[in-house]
């Protein structure tokens, strides 16, 4: 049996150990792992169930995604500042925006910075 395969061993590399911890969490006493319950940011990746990996000790910037309390809930979302405007924004169709007023609380929980999903 011939194999049809041509893999590439150029391009990748293939290690037996692998510090896991070292490679996702910058600052140990500031990183919790936080479990999806929605499929919110689906379109960027993140589905329900999944295991991420959140840096409190890092300040959100524009474009982030982040874990934000909103009325109560931790909510996943994309972190959108402009003129002084922030909203909190789902990548899955069927999610509303969530467009923040001046007087309404917005706690940053922390920002995301690794995924663990078991296949």
């Not at 692998?18 to 319950?37: E, H, P, S």
């Not at 009325?71 to 899955?92: D, I, K, M, W, Y």
């Not at 999610?95 to 706690?107: A, F, K, R, T, V």
Request: net charge negative; charged share 25%.
């Amino acid at each position: 049996m011939t194999n049809t395969l041509n893999p590439d061993f150029s391009s990748h590399i293939f290690e037996q150990h692998f510090d896991i911890d070292g490679f996702l969490i910058a600052n140990k006493a500031a990183t919790y792992f936080f479990r999806v319950g929605s499929n919110a940011m689906a379109q960027a990746g993140i589905n329900s169930g999944d295991r991420l990996v959140v840096d409190r000790s890092i300040k959100a910037k524009n474009r982030d995604t982040v874990v934000a309390v909103h009325e109560g809930q931790f909510l996943v979302r994309r972190l959108h500042v402009s003129n002084g405007r922030v909203e909190l924004a789902a990548e899955s169709e069927g999610y509303p925006l969530i467009s923040l007023d001046s007087d309404e609380q917005l706690d940053i929980w922390g920002v995301v910075v690794g995924l663990v999903r078991k296949l």
